[in-house]
């Protein structure tokens, strides 16, 4: 991790590694919380898939008593023309106590896709995840994803993510065109992609949220060092504000050079 990119995270709240484990006596899955669940149709579902999903492993989900430790991942900036690409994991332990499911319930209620999500609600889902589970995020920035491409940039900051969570995950769940580095699944590590998975998976969907409030807050930072392009509202997405300042102004450090659209024919302001 380069001292630039440690500090833009720093600045944007969060240090290079980060996570916040829960941890409740094993238990099973009472039926009172079942039927609590129900309350929230999008939850339950999200639940109930990770749950299945575990089983079809040959063990429970880490949401149930005994059941393996699962982490979900997903990644936030992929199509961007500058500014990093981050993924998040997260990882649910045993769903509390019933004293405490009502605000359990009452947090995370709304999960979803990020992109099925508004702002304000991502940043109160961001800290409900945080109140309930273990996180992590790793990144690429602009250079590294144009030496490796995208691809290769995904799969080295899902690795990345992997590792900087607070407990090793048993069974990881990736959003559908997501994949480990080849060191991490050589290992006793098992993973499996899910198509949609950010709609369907409670782990996957709450990684989305994650990688997206994290993202957007770095973003923030960098337009404050790299004014003119407007990264506090476009997220480094090419928007015709964004593409017009890049012909007017040409790359910044953080822009993506191996993009199309992306011009580097003139000097960069922030340098």
């Not at 989900?61 to 997903?74: H, N």
């Not at 045993?94 to 940043?123: F, I, N, Y």
């Not at 998975?197 to 060092?225: P, Y």
């Amino acid at each position: 991790m380069t001292a630039e990119a440690a500090g833009t995270l720093r600045a944007a709240g969060r240090g290079p590694m980060c996570g916040f484990p829960f941890e409740v006596p094993a238990r099973r899955l009472l039926d009172g919380e079942a039927s609590a669940l129900e309350e929230s149709p999008r939850l339950d579902s999200l639940v109930r898939f990770d749950i299945e999903e575990s089983s079809r492993r040959g063990a429970p989900s880490s949401l149930a008593a005994g059941g393996l430790r699962v982490a979900g991942i997903d990644e936030a900036g992929r199509g961007a023309l500058a500014g990093p690409l981050v993924v998040g994991c997260v990882s649910f332990g045993p769903m509390p106590c019933e004293q405490r499911h009502g605000a359990w319930l009452s947090e995370l209620r709304w999960l979803d896709d990020s992109k099925r999500v508004t702002p304000r609600r991502r940043e109160q889902l961001f800290a409900g995840i945080a109140r309930w589970a273990a996180w992590a995020v790793g990144w690429t920035d602009a250079s590294e994803l144009d030496a490796i491409g995208v691809t290769g940039a995904a799969t080295a900051a899902a690795g990345r993510a992997v590792a900087h969570l607070s407990a090793a995950p048993e069974l990881v769940l990736l959003d559908g065109g997501l994949a480990l580095p080849g060191d991490a699944t050589a290992t006793a590590l098992r993973s499996v992609a899910i198509v949609h998975g950010d709609r369907r998976s409670m782990h996957i969907a709450a990684a989305s949220i994650v990688a997206k409030v994290v993202r957007d807050r770095m973003m923030r930072v960098l337009a404050a060092r790299y004014g003119g392009y407007g990264f506090e509202r476009n997220k480094g997405y090419g928007t015709a504000s964004h593409l017009e300042a890049l012909q007017r102004r040409g790359a910044s450090p953080v822009h993506r050079r191996s993009f199309r659209g992306v011009v580097c024919n003139r000097g960069a302001s922030g340098d």
